[in-house]
Protein backbone atom coordinates (compact mmCIF):
# COMPACT_ATOMS: atom_id res chain seq x y z
CA UNK A 1 0.00 0.00 0.00
CA UNK A 2 1.60 3.32 -1.06
CA UNK A 3 -0.54 5.95 0.90
CA UNK A 4 -2.27 5.73 4.35
CA UNK A 5 -5.09 8.46 5.17
CA UNK A 6 -5.26 8.95 8.89
CA UNK A 7 -8.13 10.98 9.90
CA UNK A 8 -9.48 11.21 13.91
CA UNK A 9 -13.41 10.93 14.81
CA UNK A 10 -14.88 12.88 17.79
CA UNK A 11 -17.41 14.48 17.95
CA UNK A 12 -17.58 14.88 13.96
CA UNK A 13 -21.17 13.30 12.91
CA UNK A 14 -22.36 16.64 10.44
CA UNK A 15 -18.98 16.05 8.72
CA UNK A 16 -19.32 12.65 7.48
CA UNK A 17 -20.56 12.97 4.50
CA UNK A 18 -18.40 15.73 3.11
CA UNK A 19 -15.49 13.46 4.43
CA UNK A 20 -16.78 10.32 2.35
CA UNK A 21 -17.38 12.91 -0.77
CA UNK A 22 -13.83 14.46 -0.07
CA UNK A 23 -12.19 10.86 -0.26
CA UNK A 24 -14.18 9.69 -3.38
CA UNK A 25 -12.56 12.96 -5.26
CA UNK A 26 -9.32 11.66 -3.91
CA UNK A 27 -9.53 8.49 -5.60
CA UNK A 28 -10.26 9.63 -8.55
CA UNK A 29 -7.44 12.65 -9.13
CA UNK A 30 -5.00 10.17 -7.53
CA UNK A 31 -3.13 7.94 -9.95
CA UNK A 32 -2.21 4.89 -6.92
CA UNK A 33 -5.52 3.47 -4.24
CA UNK A 34 -5.36 4.30 -0.72
CA UNK A 35 -6.48 3.05 2.52
CA UNK A 36 -8.71 4.99 5.20
CA UNK A 37 -7.63 4.51 8.92
CA UNK A 38 -10.12 6.19 11.25
CA UNK A 39 -9.78 6.37 14.60
CA UNK A 40 -12.87 7.17 16.54
CA UNK A 41 -12.73 8.83 20.19
CA UNK A 42 -14.19 7.57 23.05
CA UNK A 43 -16.10 10.97 22.64
CA UNK A 44 -17.74 10.40 19.76
CA UNK A 45 -21.21 9.47 19.71
CA UNK A 46 -23.23 6.36 18.05
CA UNK A 47 -23.43 7.78 14.98
CA UNK A 48 -20.39 8.68 14.66
CA UNK A 49 -19.50 5.23 15.12
CA UNK A 50 -21.99 3.92 12.74
CA UNK A 51 -21.81 5.74 10.26
CA UNK A 52 -18.10 5.69 9.02
CA UNK A 53 -17.00 4.37 5.43
CA UNK A 54 -17.62 0.34 4.89
CA UNK A 55 -14.04 0.32 3.29
CA UNK A 56 -12.71 1.95 6.25
CA UNK A 57 -10.27 -0.03 9.29
CA UNK A 58 -12.20 1.22 11.91
CA UNK A 59 -10.20 1.60 15.08
CA UNK A 60 -11.59 2.99 18.55
CA UNK A 61 -8.84 4.49 21.00
CA UNK A 62 -9.04 4.02 24.48
CA UNK A 63 -7.72 7.41 25.65
CA UNK A 64 -8.98 10.56 24.75
CA UNK A 65 -7.60 13.40 22.18
CA UNK A 66 -5.85 13.77 19.11
CA UNK A 67 -2.15 12.81 20.28
CA UNK A 68 -3.22 8.93 21.42
CA UNK A 69 -5.59 8.73 18.12
CA UNK A 70 -2.44 9.48 15.86
CA UNK A 71 -0.11 7.33 17.41
CA UNK A 72 -2.45 4.72 17.11
CA UNK A 73 -3.61 5.15 13.53
CA UNK A 74 0.32 5.90 12.37
CA UNK A 75 0.93 2.50 14.43
CA UNK A 76 -1.51 0.34 12.43
CA UNK A 77 -1.30 1.93 9.28
CA UNK A 78 0.14 0.50 5.95
CA UNK A 79 1.21 2.84 3.66
CA UNK A 80 4.58 3.93 2.22
CA UNK A 81 3.41 7.59 3.22
CA UNK A 82 1.05 8.46 5.62
CA UNK A 83 -1.48 11.66 5.32
CA UNK A 84 -3.03 13.60 8.71
CA UNK A 85 -6.40 14.85 7.30
CA UNK A 86 -8.91 17.29 8.52
CA UNK A 87 -12.46 15.65 8.36
CA UNK A 88 -13.61 19.07 7.73
CA UNK A 89 -11.56 19.45 4.39
CA UNK A 90 -10.84 22.91 4.59
CA UNK A 91 -8.29 22.10 1.78
CA UNK A 92 -10.08 20.37 -1.40
CA UNK A 93 -9.00 16.69 -1.19
CA UNK A 94 -7.51 16.53 -4.84
CA UNK A 95 -5.04 19.30 -3.05
CA UNK A 96 -3.40 16.76 -1.14
CA UNK A 97 -1.80 15.65 -4.31
CA UNK A 98 0.96 18.61 -3.88
CA UNK A 99 1.90 16.92 -0.94
CA UNK A 100 2.81 13.14 -2.41
CA UNK A 101 4.42 11.65 -5.16
CA UNK A 102 5.13 12.19 -7.44
CA UNK A 103 4.46 16.19 -7.35
CA UNK A 104 6.65 16.35 -4.14
CA UNK A 105 9.83 14.02 -3.63
CA UNK A 106 12.61 14.02 -1.36
CA UNK A 107 10.64 14.49 2.19
CA UNK A 108 10.43 13.25 5.17
CA UNK A 109 7.43 15.30 6.22
CA UNK A 110 5.30 17.29 4.30
CA UNK A 111 2.94 20.37 5.54
CA UNK A 112 0.36 22.23 3.94
CA UNK A 113 0.15 25.70 4.37
CA UNK A 114 -1.52 28.73 4.21
CA UNK A 115 0.99 31.05 4.65
CA UNK A 116 3.25 30.70 1.74
CA UNK A 117 3.27 32.46 -1.17
CA UNK A 118 0.76 30.87 -3.58
CA UNK A 119 -1.29 29.65 -0.65
CA UNK A 120 -5.17 31.43 -0.80
CA UNK A 121 -7.61 31.98 2.04
CA UNK A 122 -10.74 32.32 0.99
CA UNK A 123 -13.96 33.42 3.41
CA UNK A 124 -11.98 33.92 6.85
CA UNK A 125 -12.93 37.09 8.46
CA UNK A 126 -9.78 39.18 9.20
CA UNK A 127 -10.18 39.23 13.03
CA UNK A 128 -9.50 34.96 12.64
CA UNK A 129 -6.79 35.96 10.26
CA UNK A 130 -5.01 38.27 12.84
CA UNK A 131 -5.31 35.82 15.89
CA UNK A 132 -3.98 32.74 13.60
CA UNK A 133 -1.11 34.50 12.48
CA UNK A 134 -0.26 36.04 16.04
CA UNK A 135 -0.71 32.57 17.43
CA UNK A 136 1.62 30.91 14.42
CA UNK A 137 4.02 33.88 15.83
CA UNK A 138 3.50 32.69 19.07
CA UNK A 139 4.29 29.05 18.19
CA UNK A 140 7.62 30.07 15.91
CA UNK A 141 8.97 31.60 18.43
CA UNK A 142 8.34 29.34 21.34
CA UNK A 143 9.08 25.87 19.91
CA UNK A 144 8.94 25.50 16.03
CA UNK A 145 11.00 28.44 14.28
CA UNK A 146 10.63 28.48 10.68
CA UNK A 147 7.75 26.36 9.90
CA UNK A 148 5.15 28.66 8.56
CA UNK A 149 1.81 27.36 9.14
CA UNK A 150 1.72 24.02 11.99
CA UNK A 151 -2.52 23.42 12.03
CA UNK A 152 -3.70 23.57 8.90
CA UNK A 153 -4.54 20.09 9.22
CA UNK A 154 -2.69 18.40 6.27
CA UNK A 155 0.41 16.59 6.99
CA UNK A 156 1.92 13.93 5.04
CA UNK A 157 5.22 11.50 7.08
CA UNK A 158 6.96 9.00 4.90
CA UNK A 159 6.53 5.60 6.99
CA UNK A 160 9.89 5.07 8.83
CA UNK A 161 9.50 9.35 9.79
CA UNK A 162 5.74 8.44 10.83
CA UNK A 163 7.15 5.70 13.11
CA UNK A 164 9.98 7.43 14.71
CA UNK A 165 8.49 11.08 15.36
CA UNK A 166 4.87 9.36 16.97
CA UNK A 167 6.58 7.24 19.17
CA UNK A 168 8.61 9.68 20.80
CA UNK A 169 5.65 11.71 21.03
CA UNK A 170 3.61 12.52 24.47
CA UNK A 171 1.25 15.45 23.87
CA UNK A 172 -2.38 14.05 24.24
CA UNK A 173 -4.21 17.01 22.09
CA UNK A 174 -4.04 19.30 19.07
CA UNK A 175 -0.20 19.86 20.32
CA UNK A 176 0.60 16.41 19.00
CA UNK A 177 0.65 18.76 15.08
CA UNK A 178 3.91 21.32 16.39
CA UNK A 179 5.28 18.40 18.44
CA UNK A 180 6.00 15.90 15.86
CA UNK A 181 7.32 18.59 13.74
CA UNK A 182 9.45 20.02 16.24
CA UNK A 183 11.17 16.97 16.78
CA UNK A 184 11.19 16.37 12.75
CA UNK A 185 13.43 19.94 12.36
CA UNK A 186 15.29 18.70 16.22
CA UNK A 187 16.35 15.07 13.74
CA UNK A 188 17.17 17.43 10.83
CA UNK A 189 14.48 15.58 8.96
CA UNK A 190 13.36 17.01 5.54
CA UNK A 191 10.40 19.49 5.99
CA UNK A 192 8.82 20.29 3.16
CA UNK A 193 5.68 23.44 3.08
CA UNK A 194 3.49 23.25 0.55
CA UNK A 195 1.27 26.27 -0.17
CA UNK A 196 -2.20 25.33 -0.71
CA UNK A 197 -5.52 26.90 -1.14
CA UNK A 198 -7.53 26.93 2.44
CA UNK A 199 -11.17 27.81 2.85
CA UNK A 200 -12.24 29.00 6.30
CA UNK A 201 -14.17 27.01 8.86
CA UNK A 202 -16.10 28.96 11.32
CA UNK A 203 -15.61 26.02 14.06
CA UNK A 204 -12.01 26.40 13.74
CA UNK A 205 -12.58 29.82 15.17
CA UNK A 206 -14.24 28.04 18.28
CA UNK A 207 -11.50 25.08 18.31
CA UNK A 208 -8.96 27.87 18.75
CA UNK A 209 -10.40 29.88 21.64
CA UNK A 210 -11.07 26.44 23.62
CA UNK A 211 -7.83 24.83 22.83
CA UNK A 212 -5.41 27.64 22.81
CA UNK A 213 -3.89 27.02 26.76
CA UNK A 214 -3.42 23.81 25.83
CA UNK A 215 -1.53 24.43 22.78
CA UNK A 216 0.56 27.05 24.56
CA UNK A 217 1.09 25.07 27.34
CA UNK A 218 2.20 21.95 24.62
CA UNK A 219 4.72 24.74 23.27
CA UNK A 220 6.47 25.19 26.85
CA UNK A 221 6.32 21.18 27.31
CA UNK A 222 7.89 20.32 23.67
CA UNK A 223 10.07 23.04 24.21
CA UNK A 224 11.38 22.14 27.18
CA UNK A 225 11.83 18.18 26.30
CA UNK A 226 13.97 19.48 23.43
CA UNK A 227 15.99 21.38 25.75
CA UNK A 228 16.42 19.06 28.20
CA UNK A 229 17.58 16.38 25.24
CA UNK A 230 14.30 14.17 26.69
CA UNK A 231 13.67 12.40 23.65
CA UNK A 232 14.94 9.25 22.20
CA UNK A 233 17.87 9.70 19.76
CA UNK A 234 17.33 8.47 16.30
CA UNK A 235 19.84 7.24 14.23
CA UNK A 236 19.48 6.10 10.91
CA UNK A 237 20.98 7.09 7.30
CA UNK A 238 17.77 7.61 5.98
CA UNK A 239 15.87 9.80 8.67
CA UNK A 240 19.33 11.84 9.74
CA UNK A 241 21.50 11.60 12.69
CA UNK A 242 21.22 13.51 15.98
CA UNK A 243 22.43 16.95 16.01
CA UNK A 244 22.35 17.54 12.32
CA UNK A 245 20.84 20.87 11.07
CA UNK A 246 17.33 20.97 10.59
CA UNK A 247 15.91 23.04 7.64
CA UNK A 248 12.46 23.91 6.38
CA UNK A 249 12.31 24.06 2.54
CA UNK A 250 9.27 25.51 0.96
CA UNK A 251 8.08 24.14 -2.50
Not at 48 to 56: D, E, K, L, S, V
Not at 81 to 95: K, N
Request: charged share 25%.
Amino acid sequence: MLLSLIVHLARETHRLAGLREGLANLRRALPYPFEVVAVVDPAASWATRRAAGPRWQVLEQEERGRGPALRLGMQVACGRYRAVIDPAWTVASEQLQLLLPPALSDFDVAVASRHLSGSTRRSEPWTSFVVGRAFNRLTRAIALPGVQDTHCGYTVFRAEAAHALFARSEEMGWGVDLEVLALARAFGLAVREVPVDWDFDPEARKSLSFDGPDLLASMLRVRARLAAGDVAPLVGPHLGEPGERSEVHSA
